[in-house]
């Protein structure tokens, strides 16, 4: 038995099947749902096709990672005597700074004086940010200071957390003068928690 080829307005059923693809290729046209036929002539599934248009990626950077020549036990040590100075805040009752190395994520956490007015907390908490980054540049030079809307440089490659408790209310966050965060390169306000 001798097979013919199907012929359509002169192209080949193969011809005609190239050009389907070219046209769904440039989304001229879309390709239609399929179906799996069994083969006793029943429809067992449908399953849909997806149309893919060609996109240009846009040229990517390979950012190094910052790495700083500071020892940030030093950062601590020093941040935490500072800012524990009674002369200068006497309503300062404890401060906790934490690196997380893996995370890039550095964690504040102070609790002061229940009688501390939120302004005061929300100022202590730009106070202990800014005076980290300080700490760790007259280690490292080539951090960038501070600035109005720019908390430092170490903050281009860690994240901040940071929470400011009432001394009898540390266990209770929702009660907390701030629980914020920062992403990396953020530098958004700190704000007070609303209550």
Request: proline share 2%.
């Amino acid at each position: 038995m001798k097979k013919k080829a199907l012929k359509y307005g002169g192209l080949g059923l193969l011809g005609l099947i190239v050009v389907v693809a070219i046209l769904q290729g440039l989304g001229i046209i879309k390709p239609k749902e399929k179906e799996n036929i069994s083969t006793t002539g029943q429809t067992t599934a449908v399953q849909q096709t997806t149309t893919t248009q060609s996109t240009t990626i846009p040229e990517t950077t390979i950012v190094e990672e910052a790495t700083f020549n500071v020892n940030w036990e030093t950062c601590i040590a020093e941040t935490k005597e500072e800012l524990t100075d009674t002369e200068f805040f006497s309503y300062v009752k404890e401060i906790g700074i934490f690196i997380n190395e893996e995370e890039k994520e550095i964690t504040f956490s102070a609790s002061l004086d229940d009688a501390t007015d939120p302004a005061v907390a929300l100022d202590f908490a730009d106070t202990l940010i800014r005076r980290f980054n300080l700490s760790a540049r007259s280690q490292d030079s080539t951090i960038k200071s501070g600035e109005k809307d720019y908390y430092g440089g170490i903050y281009d490659t860690y994240s901040i957390m940071i929470g400011i408790a009432p001394y009898s209310k540390t266990d209770d966050y929702k009660e907390w003068f701030i629980y914020d965060a920062v992403a990396v390169g953020a530098h958004t306000k700190i704000k007070l928690q609303s209550k």
